[in-house]
């Protein structure tokens, strides 16, 4: 009840539509005649993180760090070794093939590669329409109806729906897979590199394609790239990764415009500037070597046999992701604001 003339409270904040908790996946090594274990390939270890109904999580981060590991962890097409992922309250961490039928309508993914993710022998048609048959759904007004309302809001054109794959660009193709990954209306969408694949001139359609569905639809994001760039136009939350690991987790534009991390520091130096004057006064940050094989990560911070801060504190203590601004979390010894690591706050 509001009482006249006093502010009424604030809303509370909505409970997180995904939430996951210390996820972990090693994939293990095996060798000689018996396939014995010989070490494991640490692609995830470790993640904690939500996502909120009708928001954009960003995830990003160099080749190999286990974003898109993470993707399908979540969505339940590989099995955690370990951690617990909630979605909607719910546990679904270890829910086999029959507990994730009913659960396939409300998670969806949006695959990296349109060539391979479409089946070359099978028509548009059928490839959007396919949702349906495997959930047992029939929508009103029939399949082939709901399949060409699809390839509409998609920016296709509905007569198309007896074409085949190979007769469609690759941005044409990605469409096609956004489809069939709305064809249920999915609450929560993973977008594996939806854009890496294609064209630049065609990236940013399929960018503002995804911003308008959003919009449109209420989806819930998660998206996980490498272009930085292409990250902060249609993020609200950006997770920064590094080996298997979240490195820097914070909101868009303090991510942005004032970075903790130095891993984060350096991805956003690479950005390309179009502006000569600009680029001119912007610091670029080189890093030495590769990254560090999973099979054997560094022990400490993963990131200090790269990083130009590192001390001997990094090479022996792992730092704890904790919260260093409201909203600005970060795992890192000498965070960019100066501070060390013993002046922090609570743990996210």
Known sequence: ???????????????????????????????????????????VDGLTFDVRPGETLGVVGESGCGKSTMG???????????????????????????????????????????????????????????PFRLQGITPEGGVKKEVQRLLGLVGLNPEHYNRYPHEFSGGQRQRIGIARALALKPKLVVAD????????????????????????LGLTYVII?????????????????????????????????????PYTRALLSAVPVPDPARRARRERILLKGD???????????????????????????????????????VACHHPEDGSDSGARGAVT
């Open 1 to 43: 009840m509001t009482i006249p003339g006093q502010p009424s409270a604030s809303p509370e904040p909505a409970a997180p539509l995904l939430k996951v908790e210390g996820l972990v996946k090693h994939f293990p090594i095996t060798k000689g005649l018996l396939r014995r274990q010989s070490g494991a390939v640490q692609a």
């Open 72 to 130: 399908r962890l979540i969505t339940r097409l590989l099995e955690p070794t370990a951690g617990r992922i909630e979605f909607e309250g719910r546990d679904i961490t270890h829910l086999g093939v029959a507990g994730m039928r009913p659960m396939r309508r409300d998670v969806q993914m949006i695959f990296q590669d349109p060539y391979s993710s479409l089946n070359p022998r099978h028509t548009v048609g059928t490839i959007v329409g396919a």
């Open 193 to 216: 590199e939806p854009v890496s694949a294609l064209d630049v001139s065609i990236q940013a359609q399929v960018v503002n394609l995804l911003d308008d569905l959003q919009e449109e």
């Open 225 to 261: 790239a490498h272009d930085l760039s292409v990250i902060r136009h249609v993020s609200d939350r950006i997770a920064v990764m590094y080996l298997g690991k979240i490195v820097e987790l914070a909101d868009r534009s303090p991510l942005y415009t004032a970075p903790l991390h």
């Open 291 to 329: 990254v560090p094989s999973p099979i054997s990560p560094p022990s400490g911070c993963r990131f200090h046999t790269r990083c130009w801060k590192a001390t001997e504190v990094c090479a022996r203590e792992e730092p704890p992701l904790l919260t260093l601004r409201p909203g600005h979390a």
